[in-house]
């Protein structure tokens, strides 16, 4: 059975970083994108950012572009969401999800697996 596991969540203030961490076990995702999305109290879940197979491509949405960065060690099986400039409205219950063997990374229905998401808050 394969599974993600986030880890990294926390409440920080608004400016702060946070790195998450998505661990796969029961499977490799070597030849997949994996992707980051989150869920704000009484909001949908939303399109964070997505990397491919290689890491050579990566795509975010346009609130945390340039803030956030998406990145995966295959080697470890896991992908990594560093958060820097962190906002209130970036609180939000993060998800990693993977693997997504098409090219369209933003819709959440294109990915396999998901994991339990962990909770982002930033204060202002």
């Known amino acids: 059975q394969v599974q993600l596991e986030e880890s990294g969540g926390g409440l920080v203030q608004a400016g702060d970083s946070l790195r998450l961490s998505c661990a796969a076990s029961?499977?490799?995702?070597?030849?997949?994108?994996m992707g980051w999305f989150r869920q704000a109290p009484g909001k949908g879940r939303e399109f964070v950012a997505a990397?491919?197979?290689?890491?050579?491509?990566?795509y975010y949405t346009d609130s945390v572009k340039g803030r956030f960065t998406i990145f995966r060690d295959n080697a470890k099986n896991t992908v990594y969401l560093q958060m820097n400039g962190l906002k209130p409205e970036d609180t939000a219950v993060y998800y990693c999800?993977?693997?997504?063997?098409?090219?369209?990374?933003?819709?959440?229905?294109?990915?396999?697996?998901w994991g339990q998401g962990t909770q982002v808050t930033v204060s202002s």
């Open positions: 029961g499977g490799t995702f070597s030849s997949g994108a």
């Open positions: 990397i491919s197979w290689s890491g050579a491509g990566t």
């Open positions: 999800a993977g693997p997504c063997y098409s090219s369209d990374y933003y819709r959440a229905t294109g990915y396999v697996y």
